[in-house]
């Protein structure tokens, strides 16, 4: 188990552009985050999925963002018509459920946006 | 509304020196707390967490948080510090067991020989 895994880890694109970005959570983990950390700030909740249903989108989730995890597998966040003000971190978590009821998320190494 | 509140943004501290980095959560229900600390260009990584039981809770890397119900509060601490645990640290709550973190905005931990 390699852990989880996010692709691209850097992606450059123009203003107006579409990106999408992928993440691979750890095998049979039923649960997958998704989070956006701008430079000095903690990590921003954005949606989470369980299997394939996504049970949870933040207000911050612009009808510009969609994600999708089509098999309950991996997972892919696209932005459409970028801007600047989405320039940031982007992280995916995944976990399952442990014992007393928890669910301890594991990040990835995360995708860095810049939007020029 | 739920928030995190780190109360320090920087914490500078000399090597083998003890520290504390400070948490404090709103909640009206009961709660899991999480530390991660996160180094340059990476994700995440879990440092402790409380679920439920004792208040003392130990960690990785020699560090140990104790959870306060009273003062809502989830203080960091590490008895000796080292180079190495130079990075960004996170506090984070978890409300509905399984659903979103809620992480505070990040104490940059930085230790000086």
């Given at each position: 188990d390699?852990?989880?895994?996010?692709?691209p880890?850097h992606?450059i694109?123009k203003?107006?552009?579409?990106?999408?970005?992928?993440c691979?959570?750890?095998?049979?983990?039923?649960?997958?985050?998704?989070?956006?950390?701008?430079?000095?700030?903690?990590?921003?909740?954005?949606?989470?999925?369980?299997?394939?249903?996504q049970?949870?989108k933040?207000?911050l989730?612009?009808?510009?963002f969609s994600a999708?995890?089509?098999?309950?597998?991996?997972?892919t966040?696209?932005?459409?018509?970028t801007?600047?003000?989405?320039s940031?971190?982007?992280?995916?978590?995944?976990?399952?459920r442990?014992t007393?009821?928890?669910?301890e998320q594991y990040?990835?190494p995360?995708?860095r946006?810049t939007?020029t | 509304?739920?928030s995190v509140?780190?109360?320090?943004?920087?914490v500078p501290?000399?090597?083998?020196?003890?520290v504390?980095l400070?948490?404090?959560?709103?909640s009206s229900v009961?709660?899991?707390l999480?530390?991660?600390?996160q180094y340059?260009?990476?994700?995440?990584?879990l440092?402790?967490?409380?679920?439920s039981?004792?208040t003392?809770?130990?960690?990785?890397?020699?560090f140990?948080?104790?959870?306060n119900?009273?003062?809502?509060?989830?203080?960091?601490?590490?008895?000796?510090?080292?180079i190495?645990d130079t990075?960004e640290?996170?506090?984070?709550?978890?409300?509905?067991?399984?659903?979103?973190?809620?992480?505070?905005?990040g104490?940059e931990?930085?230790?000086k020989?």
């Open positions: 390699t852990g989880v895994s996010q692709d880890r992606k694109t203003r107006g552009q579409n990106v999408t970005f992928r691979d959570p750890i095998s049979e983990h039923n649960r997958l985050y998704w989070y956006r950390q701008t430079l000095g700030q903690g990590p921003e909740f954005l949606t989470y999925f369980q299997n394939e249903a049970l949870e933040s207000r989730l612009s009808d510009r999708e995890r089509p098999k309950g597998s991996f997972s966040l696209e932005i459409q018509r801007e600047q003000g989405d940031a971190m982007y992280l995916c978590a995944s976990s399952t442990e007393l009821g928890s669910y990040f990835g995360g995708t946006l939007v | 509304a739920q509140t780190q109360l320090d943004s920087q501290v000399f090597e083998e020196a003890p504390e400070r948490c404090n959560y709103s009961s709660v899991y999480f530390w991660y600390v340059p260009n990476q994700g995440l990584q440092l402790l967490k409380y679920l039981g004792s003392l809770v130990k960690g990785i890397n020699g140990e948080a104790e959870f119900k009273s003062q809502t509060s989830f203080h960091l601490r590490k008895p000796s510090v080292h190495s990075a640290y996170f506090c984070a709550v978890d409300q509905n067991q399984g659903g979103k973190l809620i992480f505070g905005q104490t931990l930085s230790v020989p």
